[in-house]
């Protein structure tokens, strides 16, 4: 049996022909911003985050499910679909996913929105976390995986370092240019008080949370194993990987 996806049919809301308040969650791969939309998603007040703008699946599944044919429609029908009844729409985006918001104009249909900034300060962590899922293609608990075993491989580590880095300056670059002002959560505050973090969350977006239109994310269980930390281990030694100072 295929586990539910959050942009599945089953998790749209009642229809809204607009939406009173936007914001994005800022992430990189495997820095905890999935979780991160689950546990705001679940607030009932936060929107219903999620990768909306994954132009490598999500955009042209719910395009075809939708039946929009071009970007501005597509939008409009997500935003329908998608924001809860106190009028709050939200969205999760990796960097690149914010070229496609970029490069289709869809950036200037949100009149002003406000920005959570996902971070995970252990780069490493990261990259594993990357790297294994590139491989098996298990990009959370509930995703179906590939079945092949994922291998340690530093060139391939590499590269997931250097993939992470540009994104990361990517998005740093991007807050200054249009100096936009962004809420930082880190990956380990969120795993060790998630609760907490939405509260802070709710406290520093200022908007009503009612009425709440509560509803449970798809369920997510924690990936990283003892594995993660034999790569990690390997991968701080090895006189191959990436020179992060260069």
Not at 176 to 190: F, G, P, R, V
Request: net charge neutral.
């Amino acid at each position: 049996m295929i586990a539910p996806h959050p942009t599945d049919a089953a998790f749209d809301l009642p229809t809204f022909e607009s939406c009173d308040f936007v914001y994005m969650i800022a992430s990189t791969p495997r820095a905890g911003g999935t979780y991160l939309s689950k546990i705001l998603w679940e607030t009932g007040v936060l929107g219903r985050p999620a990768e909306y703008f994954n132009f490598h699946r999500t955009v042209f599944r719910l395009a075809a499910r939708f039946g929009t044919e071009t970007p501005k429609d597509y939008l409009t029908a997500v935003v329908r679909a998608r924001t809860t009844a106190n009028g709050v729409f939200a969205f999760k985006a990796h960097y690149d996913q914010l070229q496609f918001l970029l490069l289709t104009d869809l950036i200037k249909q949100f009149r002003q929105f406000k920005v959570i900034r996902m971070t995970r300060n252990d780069l490493i962590a990261e990259a594993v976390s990357f790297s294994r899922a590139i491989q098996t293609d298990g990009w959370t608990s509930s995703h179906p995986q590939s079945g092949s075993a994922p291998a340690y491989n530093v060139e391939h580590l590499n590269w997931c370092m250097d993939h992470l880095l540009k994104q990361k300056r990517g998005w740093g670059q991007f807050f200054d240019t249009h100096a936009l002002d962004y809420l930082t959560i880190d990956y380990n505050d969120l795993v060790m008080n998630p609760s907490g973090v939405a509260n802070r969350v709710i406290q520093a977006l200022g908007y009503p949370t009612a009425p709440k239109q509560e509803s449970k994310h798809p369920e997510m269980t924690r990936q990283a194993d003892t594995l993660n930390d034999e790569w990690i281990a390997r991968y701080r030694i090895d006189p191959n990987r990436i020179d992060l100072k260069s």
